[in-house]
């Protein structure tokens, strides 16, 4: 359902347009934002799980009746949200307010305007733009932005040090990213998601989906090199070093407290959210389904494209709990000395192969 | 710009400050100030008997209590030459070595959580656990032990204690392999560690740095074998030393990997003396009625996890100590700090103060 | 006294005057152990008395003390050393074979020498103790040294003036003295002559007085806050 649809739908869209394109944008918007808070609950409750089973922990556990009862602790996220709403909101004396201010914003807003670009399913996507994945690529860095706001206008050495790790590390690791995506869109020719999700559909000697990742070994490795881009994208570790706990405290938001830093959070894992949504339905095959012939309804397209992503992002958290992280150099020099040139070589690659193999 | 990094801080293993003038991201010059911790352990000193010293002394380095008692029961039994029954000095080198592990494990899980190994962290300190649930069934502390004193020690071992410590060994050993595979050979972590922080040997012995950080440098001293204290001479076992395996000799690499050594050989240690350990024995039956010492004094050497802890008594022939110091090995390993992290990243910085190892309650007394 | 329990005192005081305190330790009863033990004191004080030449107390473990009489200490070999390099330095009356007495003003060349010689190389700097040597009397430091190829060590003690003590800094010698002088000087007041950066280094930069000395009277108030009083006496 897009808004294109949406504005369709509506009976007063020849005498008010501007009315109902807002409304439109409105009904898609709202359940976006719903569903990323919801989201973010089920990831951190997750996360906090997952960590607990790895490090030999057992993790929020529930001491109370109904959803907070035995080992599972489920209302444990609900309680973090309601903390984090009901602290007190300090601005620091010497920070810049109005910059201070306005950098969660831009931050969550890099992050949540690439979901109109995400296909959940086959009837399940907002703008179904034909430039679909470069717009989810550009929109995502406008979250630099707002960092390095937020790291500067807090008037602390820690927040600046942390801003500009994290802008660095941000914006280089955008390349490898978009040149992995570039091999991608030159097998499909077409920027379109649904279009990419078209071209992956079928199946390989009958049963092996017909998914990138495993059209041709260049594309293969595109998939990992993306990943691990998009993870360093996220400020995850092994990259964390912009939050770093042990060295800087909370980074370039040592200084926000309360909802202002719930909101970070939030567009951290709405960040992780796109990464992951965009891995699967580049390379591996986006609402379809792996099983030739059933499971290709609607509905089930969205738990397909769903549990792609919840798996992909299972493996962040996994590597989150397993790896020491990277020195701020280091971490550039993997960039620009590891990633890029071998996502330049499968540029070449992905074109000589189709070239020479049709 | 001129960094302030604690005095409260996630990595600072304690109250510490850290001054660090930093161009861009290298730092050119760091100060460690510190005072914070200070409680005038050698003033009170002078104001108690010798036997109450002993929970001071605890108090100290706070991680490995049993090697503070140990010094200076050592100190003072040589001052006053007492000899103590053969159970009791292989009671107290099991609760040494004990101690060493479990002092060694916080050391290298505290430095994985540095450089960002959350979970190696919490598994060295689930057997950190362990230990001193052994610890609470001889003397019933955790920490704080006050176990060792002069002339014997305060509990005789419990029933099923040597049972218990050869579970725990068994349990224990194959867990190095572990630790090993999950953080010491990772190459993250070789890369942050390798080749940072390099401390030679020259600089280190001028420092007065010693224990795994002098042996990370490729010197092999070791008190137990060079002056051999307690019953240390009938125990077999090696001094391990750095190499330079993964990076240059003297790096955080090569004192964290000491300290894994150290366990192992620590684990040898334990399993002869539960071997030979004399059944029987009253653990009391050397305590003096008062402790006197003749007047003199005495400096006595022993090694602690962190390196070389000594004490300095003087007596006056009377109940309480003329004057006592405490030589404690961090507050010259933190001394040499400025010397090896000079030109790093800010990072390392972290990453050397980790390796050093260093607790702000034996620089502070 | 029976006679069973007096010919056991009787071999376990023989077997310890010859070292073994095993055989006083494992007699059972307490009693009977007690009384060994004041056998053994009464015992040990008369061989004392008897014997022509004083045992030497030597307590210090480093010294290269062998128990037949004749041989200097390696303290009294260094004062040796250090009284045919440096003449006037040497304290003889006060130095024994545990240690040696210096006069503070060439203290620097002793150092350098003490760690460059081939016969010395102390090229480590153990400890570094302040002493008060009592109300009426000086200050002193000492300084325990230890070589690492030759594997041994000495104690060098150097008395000060109260009123005015000032002893040559050797931070430049062995680096490590920077931190133990700066604790030196923080405790007992000792100034370190051509010490780069002598200010305090456990206490604040602003206390007053110096805490290790006999006649420290601890300030009121430090900064507003009331400094609660260090326990006086042991009852």
């Known amino acids: 359902m897009t808004v294109d649809q949406l504005i369709d739908w509506f009976p007063i869209s020849a005498t008010w347009p501007g009315l109902t394109f807002l409304l439109a944008v409105l009904i898609c918007a709202v359940p976006v934002f719903l569903f990323i808070a919801v989201y973010a609950l089920v990831v951190i409750y997750g996360e ?31 309680a973090d949200a309601l903390k984090l709403i009901l602290k007190e909101d300090i601005i620091p004396a010497s920070a810049d307010k109005k910059l201070f201010i306005l950098a969660p914003f831009i931050v969550f807003i890099g992050a949540f305007i690439a979901f109109s670009a995400l296909p959940f399913s086959q009837t399940l996507i907002i703008a179904d733009m034909n430039i679909g994945v470069f717009y989810i690529l550009a929109v995502s860095s406008l979250g630099v932005i707002g960092l390095i706001m937020a790291g500067w206008s807090s008037n602390n050495k820690w927040s600046l040090y942390g801003a500009m790790r994290s802008a660095a590390q941000i914006i280089s690791y955008e390349i490898p990213a978009a040149l992995s995506i570039i091999a991608v869109i ?48 996220c400020n995850r570790t ?73 798996f992909l992002i299972f493996v962040m958290i996994w590597f989150r709990w397993t790896f020491p992280r990277l020195r701020v150099d280091q971490l550039m020099s993997a960039c620009w000395k590891g990633f890029t040139p071998i996502a330049l070589v499968n540029i070449f690659g992905v074109g000589i192969w189709y070239l020479t193999l049709g | 710009m001129v960094l302030n990094i604690g005095p409260q801080h996630p990595s600072t293993h304690g109250v510490l400050r850290l001054k660090v003038v930093t161009d861009g991201e290298i730092v050119s010059d760091i100060t460690p100030i510190i005072g914070y911790l200070h409680r005038c352990f050698e003033k009170h000193c002078e104001n108690s008997t010798y036997e109450q010293v002993i929970p001071y002394t605890d108090r100290c380095d706070y991680i490995a209590s049993m090697n503070n008692n140990f010094g ?138 010693s224990g795994p950080n002098l ?66 024995g009253d653990v009391h039956q050397a305590l003096p009625k008062k402790i006197r010492p003749p007047k003199g004094s005495i400096y006595r050497r022993t090694e602690s996890p962190r390196g070389d802890l000594g004490y300095y008594i003087i007596s006056d022939g009377s109940p309480q100590p003329y004057r006592l110091k405490m030589r404690s090995p961090a507050f010259t390993a933190l001394s040499v700090l400025n010397e090896i992290s000079r030109g790093w990243m800010l990072s390392d910085v972290i990453a050397v103060l980790g390796s050093l190892d260093i607790v702000l309650g034996e620089i502070d007394r | 006294m029976t006679d069973n329990q007096e010919q056991l005192i009787q071999e376990a005081v023989e077997k310890a005057l010859q070292g073994d305190m095993d055989a006083v330790n494992n007699i059972e ?35 290269a003390t062998e128990s037949k009489p004749a041989p200097l200490s390696l303290n009294q070999k260094i004062a040796g050393i250090i009284a045919s390099q440096f003449p006037g330095t040497v304290d003889e009356e006060s130095s024994s074979e545990t240690h040696i007495q210096l006069q503070p003003a060439k203290w620097f060349d002793v150092a350098q020498y003490l760690r460059d010689d081939p016969a010395c190389l102390f090229d480590s700097l153990q400890c570094v103790t302040g002493v008060d040597l009592g109300e009426e009397s000086e200050l002193e430091v000492r300084y325990n040294l230890h070589s690492m190829t030759h594997r041994h060590a000495v104690e060098i003690r150097i008395e000060c003036a ?45 206390w007053e007085g110096w805490p290790l000395r006999k006649d420290y009277e601890v300030q009121e108030t430090y900064h507003g806050i009331v400094v609660p009083k260090v326990k006086e006496g042991w009852e």
């Open chain 1, 186 to 233: 030159m097998l499909t020719s077409t920027m379109s998601m649904q279009g990419i999700i078209q071209y992956q559909s079928g199946f390989i000697w009958g049963f092996l989906p017909n998914w990138l990742i495993f059209n041709n070994p260049f594309t293969f490795v595109a998939f990992f090199i993306f990943f691990i881009s998009g993870v360093a994208e």
């Open chain 3, 29 to 63: 009863d307490r009693v009977t152990r007690s009384k060994a033990k004041a056998a053994l004191v009464k015992a040990k004080r008369e061989a004392a008395k008897t014997s022509a030449e004083p045992s030497s107390e030597d307590k210090s473990e480093e010294s």
């Open chain 1, 48 to 78: 906090l799980k997952i960590s607990s089973f790895m490090q030999d922990k057992v993790g929020p556990m529930g001491q109370g009746v109904g959803l907070h009862a035995w080992r599972w602790g489920l209302l444990q996220p609900v």
């Open chain 3, 162 to 206: 109260r009123n005015n003590p000032k002893v040559p800094s050797v931070e430049t010698v062995w680096h490590i003295g920077d931190w133990f002088e700066r604790e030196t000087y923080d405790m007992f007041g000792i100034e370190f002559e051509g010490h780069r950066d002598l200010r305090r280094i456990l206490l604040p930069d602003d």
């Open chain 2, 215 to 280: 042996r990370g440098s490729g010197v092999k001293w070791d008190i137990r074998k060079d002056e051999p204290y307690s019953i240390y001479e009938r125990f077999d076992f090696d001094v391990p030393v750095g190499q330079g395996l993964v990076g240059t000799m003297g790096d955080c690499w090569d004192r964290f990997y000491v300290r894994v050594l150290e366990m192992i050989e620590s684990t040898k240690i334990l399993r002869q003396a539960l071997k030979d350990i004399p059944a029987n």
């Open chain 2, 72 to 209: 200076y029961v050592v100190a003072m039994e040589e001052l006053m030459e007492i000899k103590v029954p053969e159970r009791v000095e292989y009671i107290r080198v099991i609760m040494a070595e004990l101690n060493r592990i479990a002092s060694h494990l916080l050391a290298l899980g505290t430095y994985g959580l540095d450089v960002g190994a959350f979970t190696p962290f919490l598994y060295m300190f689930r057997d950190r656990e362990r230990i001193l649930d052994i610890f609470e069934l001889t003397c019933g502390a955790r920490l704080l032990y006050n176990y060792m004193w002069v002339g014997g020690v305060s509990h005789d071992l419990p029933v099923g204690f040597v049972e218990t410590v050869y579970n725990f060994l068994d349990y224990f050993e194959p867990k190095v392999q572990e630790y090993n595979d999950i953080l010491t050979f990772n190459k993250i972590f070789i890369e942050r560690t390798a080749d940072v922080g390099v401390l030679l040997p020259e600089v280190a012995i001028s420092f007065g740095v």
């Open chain 1, 238 to 310: 092994p990259f964390d070093i912009p939050e770093a706990e042990s060295e800087l405290v909370a980074g370039a938001f040592t200084e926000y407290s309360g909802m202002r830093y719930a909101f970070f959070f939030l567009s951290e894992y709405a960040n992780m959210f796109v990464v992951a949504g965009v891995a699967a339905t580049a390379f591996l095959g986006g609402w379809q389904s792996p099983i030739p012939g059933i499971f290709n309804s609607p509905a089930w397209g969205l738990w397909w494209f769903m549990s792609k992503t919840m």
